[in-house]
């Protein structure tokens, strides 16, 4: 009985160690195809149900996409700031063979910048072509 118990736990180990190299071997590929072309989308041209969605997340920093069909838009959001004067760059969007990449960058109001002194919610909505595959926020 006891030499069937160690056998038992030598096979789960076994098992469980192959299991452990097959996804330490299985890779990522972030090989740039293209860039992607895209605008941003000012509040009155985001889709009604994505905007409730902003506004319902928007007070923590947030990540997502959203397709309706034809576009695919991704928003970032920084959460509350104290101040007005914030704005974001997209760095880099690209598309590889797996996934849609994009990398945005919060930029604070200037040193000597005049800004409003209220509650400010900073994001970004981009809307690129309506692509099949997942968005990694970098």
Do not use: H
């Amino acid at each position: 009985m006891r030499k069937v118990k160690i056998w038992a736990l030598l096979l789960a180990l076994v098992g469980s160690s192959f299991l452990l190299t097959g996804c330490k071997s299985e890779k990522t590929d972030i090989k740039k195809i293209k860039d992607l072309e895209f605008t941003v989308v000012e509040d009155a041209d985001v889709p009604e149900q994505l905007m409730e969605i902003i506004n319902e997340k928007k007070k923590e920093p947030f990540k997502m996409s959203y397709a309706n069909g034809d576009s695919l838009y991704i928003v970032v959001g920084y959460g509350e700031k104290p101040t007005g004067g914030y704005s974001i760059s997209v760095d880099k969007l690209f598309l590889t063979s797996n996934a849609v990449y994009i990398d945005t960058n919060l930029i604070g109001p200037a040193e000597n910048e005049q800004v409003t002194n209220a509650l400010t919610y900073p994001y970004i909505v981009v809307k690129t072509e309506f692509i099949d595959k997942s968005v990694v926020f970098e």
